[in-house]
Protein backbone atom coordinates (compact mmCIF):
# COMPACT_ATOMS: atom_id res chain seq x y z
CA UNK A 1 0.00 0.00 0.00
CA UNK A 2 1.28 3.62 -0.90
CA UNK A 3 1.71 5.80 2.12
CA UNK A 4 -0.45 9.09 2.00
CA UNK A 5 1.09 12.14 3.89
CA UNK A 6 -0.87 15.19 4.78
CA UNK A 7 1.74 17.60 3.57
CA UNK A 8 -0.09 21.16 3.75
CA UNK A 9 -2.82 22.90 5.52
CA UNK A 10 -4.50 26.62 4.96
CA UNK A 11 -7.23 28.77 5.67
CA UNK A 12 -9.14 32.13 4.54
CA UNK A 13 -11.37 34.02 6.25
CA UNK A 14 -13.17 36.94 5.17
CA UNK A 15 -12.70 40.44 6.20
CA UNK A 16 -15.49 41.05 7.53
CA UNK A 17 -15.76 40.39 11.76
CA UNK A 18 -19.98 40.25 12.74
CA UNK A 19 -20.00 41.13 16.52
CA UNK A 20 -23.20 40.28 18.82
CA UNK A 21 -24.63 43.59 18.03
CA UNK A 22 -25.31 42.62 14.43
CA UNK A 23 -28.21 40.35 16.02
CA UNK A 24 -30.28 42.34 18.23
CA UNK A 25 -33.40 44.06 18.05
CA UNK A 26 -36.45 44.62 19.87
CA UNK A 27 -38.22 41.37 17.91
CA UNK A 28 -35.05 39.28 18.51
CA UNK A 29 -35.73 35.83 20.26
CA UNK A 30 -34.18 35.52 24.09
CA UNK A 31 -30.68 33.82 24.31
CA UNK A 32 -31.54 30.65 26.66
CA UNK A 33 -29.11 31.06 29.00
CA UNK A 34 -28.95 27.57 30.21
CA UNK A 35 -29.17 26.17 26.32
CA UNK A 36 -25.56 25.52 25.92
CA UNK A 37 -26.51 24.45 22.74
CA UNK A 38 -26.74 27.61 21.81
CA UNK A 39 -24.81 30.36 23.12
CA UNK A 40 -23.64 32.70 20.90
CA UNK A 41 -19.43 32.87 19.92
CA UNK A 42 -18.07 36.52 20.81
CA UNK A 43 -17.68 37.58 17.12
CA UNK A 44 -17.39 35.82 13.62
CA UNK A 45 -16.96 36.55 10.11
CA UNK A 46 -18.91 37.04 7.16
CA UNK A 47 -18.65 36.16 3.73
CA UNK A 48 -19.69 39.09 0.96
CA UNK A 49 -23.05 37.83 -0.72
CA UNK A 50 -21.06 38.46 -3.69
CA UNK A 51 -18.31 36.47 -3.22
CA UNK A 52 -18.91 31.97 -4.53
CA UNK A 53 -17.27 29.40 -2.56
CA UNK A 54 -14.84 28.66 -4.86
CA UNK A 55 -14.06 32.06 -4.44
CA UNK A 56 -12.55 31.34 -1.19
CA UNK A 57 -11.01 28.34 -2.04
CA UNK A 58 -8.92 29.67 -4.45
CA UNK A 59 -7.39 32.06 -2.02
CA UNK A 60 -7.28 29.75 0.44
CA UNK A 61 -5.66 27.34 -2.11
CA UNK A 62 -3.59 28.91 -3.87
CA UNK A 63 -0.99 30.17 -1.33
CA UNK A 64 -0.39 26.69 0.00
CA UNK A 65 0.60 25.68 -3.64
CA UNK A 66 2.94 28.62 -4.12
CA UNK A 67 4.31 27.27 -0.47
CA UNK A 68 4.72 23.64 -1.69
CA UNK A 69 6.31 24.81 -5.13
CA UNK A 70 8.71 27.66 -3.11
CA UNK A 71 10.18 24.02 -1.03
CA UNK A 72 11.47 22.57 -3.94
CA UNK A 73 8.44 20.30 -4.18
CA UNK A 74 6.31 18.83 -6.17
CA UNK A 75 2.41 20.60 -6.54
CA UNK A 76 0.59 19.00 -8.89
CA UNK A 77 -2.80 18.33 -8.79
CA UNK A 78 -4.35 14.36 -9.22
CA UNK A 79 -7.38 14.98 -7.57
CA UNK A 80 -9.68 17.60 -5.91
CA UNK A 81 -12.44 16.98 -3.53
CA UNK A 82 -14.74 19.78 -2.07
CA UNK A 83 -17.43 20.39 0.19
CA UNK A 84 -19.75 23.74 0.40
CA UNK A 85 -22.07 23.95 3.43
CA UNK A 86 -24.61 25.55 0.94
CA UNK A 87 -23.97 25.07 -2.23
CA UNK A 88 -24.00 27.77 -4.66
CA UNK A 89 -23.11 25.53 -7.70
CA UNK A 90 -25.90 23.32 -7.26
CA UNK A 91 -26.08 21.07 -10.21
CA UNK A 92 -22.56 21.17 -11.29
CA UNK A 93 -20.81 21.97 -7.61
CA UNK A 94 -17.55 23.73 -6.98
CA UNK A 95 -14.81 21.69 -7.85
CA UNK A 96 -14.84 22.55 -11.91
CA UNK A 97 -14.81 26.27 -10.91
CA UNK A 98 -12.23 26.32 -8.51
CA UNK A 99 -9.59 23.89 -10.80
CA UNK A 100 -10.64 27.08 -13.66
CA UNK A 101 -9.53 29.95 -11.40
CA UNK A 102 -6.44 28.09 -10.69
CA UNK A 103 -5.57 27.03 -14.09
CA UNK A 104 -4.75 23.91 -13.34
CA UNK A 105 -3.47 22.23 -16.83
CA UNK A 106 -4.00 19.53 -17.47
CA UNK A 107 -7.15 19.32 -15.24
CA UNK A 108 -7.24 16.89 -12.74
CA UNK A 109 -8.85 13.59 -13.58
CA UNK A 110 -10.64 13.52 -10.25
CA UNK A 111 -13.19 15.83 -9.40
CA UNK A 112 -15.33 15.23 -6.55
CA UNK A 113 -18.11 17.52 -4.67
CA UNK A 114 -19.03 15.76 -1.45
CA UNK A 115 -22.01 16.51 -0.22
CA UNK A 116 -22.73 15.10 2.61
CA UNK A 117 -20.90 14.40 6.29
CA UNK A 118 -21.11 17.90 7.00
CA UNK A 119 -19.19 19.23 9.72
CA UNK A 120 -16.52 16.31 9.80
CA UNK A 121 -16.40 16.08 5.54
CA UNK A 122 -12.96 17.32 5.84
CA UNK A 123 -12.06 13.79 7.12
CA UNK A 124 -14.38 11.79 4.81
CA UNK A 125 -12.53 13.46 1.75
CA UNK A 126 -8.85 12.84 3.40
CA UNK A 127 -10.60 8.87 3.85
CA UNK A 128 -11.49 8.92 0.31
CA UNK A 129 -8.54 10.64 -1.18
CA UNK A 130 -6.27 8.42 0.55
CA UNK A 131 -7.80 5.20 -0.12
CA UNK A 132 -7.12 6.26 -3.84
CA UNK A 133 -4.06 7.38 -4.18
CA UNK A 134 -2.84 4.16 -1.76
CA UNK A 135 -4.26 2.19 -4.32
CA UNK A 136 -2.07 4.26 -7.37
CA UNK A 137 -5.34 6.04 -8.98
CA UNK A 138 -3.85 9.42 -8.36
CA UNK A 139 -0.51 10.85 -6.46
CA UNK A 140 -1.99 13.93 -5.05
CA UNK A 141 -5.47 15.76 -3.70
CA UNK A 142 -6.65 19.06 -2.93
CA UNK A 143 -9.26 18.82 -0.26
CA UNK A 144 -11.52 22.40 0.58
CA UNK A 145 -13.93 22.82 3.34
CA UNK A 146 -16.12 26.41 2.80
CA UNK A 147 -18.83 27.25 5.50
CA UNK A 148 -20.72 30.04 3.82
CA UNK A 149 -23.99 30.17 5.56
CA UNK A 150 -23.58 33.14 8.10
CA UNK A 151 -23.14 35.78 5.68
CA UNK A 152 -25.51 34.49 3.66
CA UNK A 153 -28.58 32.53 5.06
CA UNK A 154 -28.30 33.75 8.86
CA UNK A 155 -28.02 37.31 7.89
CA UNK A 156 -31.07 37.74 6.18
CA UNK A 157 -33.53 40.55 7.76
CA UNK A 158 -35.99 37.42 8.37
CA UNK A 159 -33.54 35.15 10.11
CA UNK A 160 -30.83 37.29 11.77
CA UNK A 161 -33.00 37.87 14.70
CA UNK A 162 -33.38 34.28 15.61
CA UNK A 163 -32.14 32.17 18.41
CA UNK A 164 -29.80 30.21 16.24
CA UNK A 165 -28.30 32.51 13.61
CA UNK A 166 -25.54 34.19 15.72
CA UNK A 167 -24.04 30.43 15.95
CA UNK A 168 -22.34 30.28 12.33
CA UNK A 169 -19.48 31.64 10.95
CA UNK A 170 -18.12 31.63 7.35
CA UNK A 171 -14.71 30.85 6.24
CA UNK A 172 -12.69 27.89 4.10
CA UNK A 173 -9.95 25.58 5.19
CA UNK A 174 -8.09 23.53 2.86
CA UNK A 175 -5.03 20.39 2.87
CA UNK A 176 -3.00 18.69 0.38
CA UNK A 177 -1.94 15.52 0.00
CA UNK A 178 0.47 13.39 -1.68
CA UNK A 179 1.62 10.09 -1.85
CA UNK A 180 4.74 9.60 0.27
CA UNK A 181 5.90 9.52 4.28
CA UNK A 182 6.95 12.57 4.98
CA UNK A 183 4.04 13.27 7.32
CA UNK A 184 1.89 9.92 7.09
CA UNK A 185 -1.96 9.60 7.72
CA UNK A 186 -1.82 6.34 9.59
CA UNK A 187 -5.41 4.90 9.82
CA UNK A 188 -9.03 6.73 9.69
CA UNK A 189 -12.19 5.71 11.22
CA UNK A 190 -15.84 6.57 9.88
CA UNK A 191 -19.40 5.59 11.22
CA UNK A 192 -22.42 6.31 9.54
CA UNK A 193 -26.08 6.21 11.48
CA UNK A 194 -28.81 6.74 8.71
CA UNK A 195 -31.53 6.24 10.90
CA UNK A 196 -30.79 10.05 12.27
CA UNK A 197 -30.49 11.72 8.61
CA UNK A 198 -34.42 12.77 9.16
CA UNK A 199 -33.48 14.55 12.77
CA UNK A 200 -32.35 18.18 11.10
CA UNK A 201 -33.70 19.59 7.56
CA UNK A 202 -34.57 22.61 5.73
CA UNK A 203 -37.90 23.49 7.18
CA UNK A 204 -40.77 25.10 5.46
CA UNK A 205 -44.39 24.45 5.79
CA UNK A 206 -46.35 23.65 2.95
CA UNK A 207 -43.43 23.65 -0.39
CA UNK A 208 -39.94 22.55 -1.08
CA UNK A 209 -37.35 24.97 -0.85
CA UNK A 210 -37.42 26.07 -4.57
CA UNK A 211 -40.86 26.44 -4.70
CA UNK A 212 -42.20 29.98 -4.27
CA UNK A 213 -44.03 30.75 -1.18
CA UNK A 214 -44.73 31.97 2.10
CA UNK A 215 -42.08 32.47 5.08
CA UNK A 216 -38.71 31.50 4.94
CA UNK A 217 -36.66 28.68 4.95
CA UNK A 218 -34.71 27.74 7.68
CA UNK A 219 -32.98 24.76 9.09
CA UNK A 220 -32.43 23.01 12.24
CA UNK A 221 -33.50 20.87 14.85
CA UNK A 222 -36.54 20.53 16.98
CA UNK A 223 -36.17 21.67 20.64
CA UNK A 224 -37.52 18.19 21.76
CA UNK A 225 -34.60 17.10 19.48
CA UNK A 226 -31.61 18.81 20.91
CA UNK A 227 -31.08 16.53 24.16
CA UNK A 228 -30.88 13.79 21.81
CA UNK A 229 -28.34 15.12 19.78
CA UNK A 230 -25.95 16.35 22.51
CA UNK A 231 -26.04 13.05 23.54
CA UNK A 232 -25.14 11.53 20.42
CA UNK A 233 -22.18 13.75 19.91
CA UNK A 234 -21.28 13.31 23.08
CA UNK A 235 -20.73 9.54 22.85
CA UNK A 236 -20.11 9.57 18.96
CA UNK A 237 -16.51 11.75 18.41
CA UNK A 238 -15.21 9.65 21.55
CA UNK A 239 -16.47 6.63 20.39
CA UNK A 240 -14.40 7.02 16.85
CA UNK A 241 -11.70 8.50 18.68
CA UNK A 242 -11.12 5.58 21.05
CA UNK A 243 -11.48 3.52 17.99
CA UNK A 244 -8.92 5.01 15.96
CA UNK A 245 -6.23 5.01 18.63
CA UNK A 246 -6.94 1.56 19.70
CA UNK A 247 -6.18 0.39 16.03
CA UNK A 248 -2.88 2.60 16.29
CA UNK A 249 -1.90 0.43 19.68
CA UNK A 250 -2.19 3.93 21.95
CA UNK A 251 -4.31 5.81 23.84
CA UNK A 252 -6.12 9.11 23.62
CA UNK A 253 -4.27 10.60 26.65
CA UNK A 254 -1.12 9.93 24.70
CA UNK A 255 -2.68 12.15 21.74
CA UNK A 256 -0.58 15.23 21.21
CA UNK A 257 -3.03 17.24 18.91
CA UNK A 258 -6.65 16.91 18.85
CA UNK A 259 -8.03 19.08 16.80
CA UNK A 260 -11.98 18.56 16.16
CA UNK A 261 -14.89 20.51 14.29
CA UNK A 262 -15.96 23.40 16.47
CA UNK A 263 -20.03 23.43 17.30
CA UNK A 264 -19.84 24.88 21.19
CA UNK A 265 -18.02 25.15 24.08
CA UNK A 266 -19.95 22.61 25.78
CA UNK A 267 -19.31 19.67 23.13
CA UNK A 268 -14.99 20.53 23.08
CA UNK A 269 -14.96 20.74 27.07
CA UNK A 270 -17.13 17.58 26.77
CA UNK A 271 -15.04 16.24 24.49
CA UNK A 272 -11.84 16.52 26.06
CA UNK A 273 -12.81 15.43 29.71
CA UNK A 274 -14.16 12.07 27.86
CA UNK A 275 -11.01 11.99 26.02
CA UNK A 276 -8.36 12.78 28.71
CA UNK A 277 -7.34 15.32 26.32
CA UNK A 278 -5.90 18.70 28.08
CA UNK A 279 -7.37 21.93 26.95
CA UNK A 280 -3.78 23.11 25.42
CA UNK A 281 -3.70 19.91 23.41
CA UNK A 282 -6.84 20.88 21.86
CA UNK A 283 -7.68 24.39 20.01
CA UNK A 284 -10.52 26.03 20.61
CA UNK A 285 -11.86 28.42 17.47
CA UNK A 286 -15.49 29.02 18.59
CA UNK A 287 -14.99 32.13 20.27
CA UNK A 288 -13.53 33.60 17.73
CA UNK A 289 -15.04 32.29 14.21
CA UNK A 290 -18.23 30.17 15.46
CA UNK A 291 -19.24 27.39 14.52
CA UNK A 292 -17.70 26.59 10.60
CA UNK A 293 -19.55 23.62 9.92
CA UNK A 294 -16.98 21.42 7.53
CA UNK A 295 -14.60 24.21 7.30
CA UNK A 296 -14.19 23.88 11.24
CA UNK A 297 -11.25 20.93 11.11
CA UNK A 298 -8.81 22.60 8.42
CA UNK A 299 -9.19 26.30 9.62
CA UNK A 300 -8.52 25.24 13.72
CA UNK A 301 -5.68 22.99 12.30
CA UNK A 302 -4.11 25.83 9.96
CA UNK A 303 -4.04 28.07 13.02
CA UNK A 304 -2.77 25.75 15.45
CA UNK A 305 0.46 25.19 12.96
CA UNK A 306 0.52 28.73 12.43
CA UNK A 307 0.68 29.19 16.42
CA UNK A 308 3.39 26.91 17.10
CA UNK A 309 0.96 23.86 18.28
CA UNK A 310 2.11 21.74 16.17
CA UNK A 311 5.84 20.28 16.44
CA UNK A 312 7.01 17.74 14.01
CA UNK A 313 6.36 14.16 15.07
CA UNK A 314 2.93 14.64 17.02
CA UNK A 315 0.46 12.44 16.93
CA UNK A 316 -2.16 14.46 15.33
CA UNK A 317 -5.61 13.37 15.21
CA UNK A 318 -8.57 14.93 13.61
CA UNK A 319 -12.21 13.66 15.10
CA UNK A 320 -15.76 15.23 14.65
CA UNK A 321 -19.67 14.32 13.99
CA UNK A 322 -21.89 15.71 11.40
CA UNK A 323 -25.60 16.83 11.07
CA UNK A 324 -27.76 15.33 14.12
CA UNK A 325 -25.10 12.69 14.27
CA UNK A 326 -25.97 10.68 11.40
CA UNK A 327 -21.62 10.56 10.73
CA UNK A 328 -18.76 10.62 12.54
CA UNK A 329 -15.10 10.42 11.58
CA UNK A 330 -11.37 10.63 12.89
CA UNK A 331 -8.12 10.15 11.09
CA UNK A 332 -4.81 10.16 12.61
CA UNK A 333 -1.33 11.90 11.16
CA UNK A 334 2.30 11.31 12.32
CA UNK A 335 3.03 15.14 11.73
Not at 10 to 21: M, T
Request: net charge negative; charged share 25%.
Amino acid sequence: MIPVSLVDVDAFLPERVVGADFYLAPDAEEADSENHFLRAPSERRHIDPRETASQLMERAVAPMLERVRARGEDAHVDMVLTNVTIPDRIINGSGAELVNRLGLKPAPEWIIDVHNSGCISFVHMIKIARQVIASGGARSALICNVANMAGQFFARPEMRHRRHAPIPGDGCGVAFLRAGDESPILDAVTLHEPRYTYDMNLSVDTRKYWEPGEGEVDFGFTNSGVQEIVERGNRMVPRVTTELCERLGTRTADIDLLVTNQPNRMFLANWRESLGVKPERHPDTFDSYGNLFGAGVPVTLAKARDDGMLRKGDLLVLSGFAYAGDFAAATAVRW
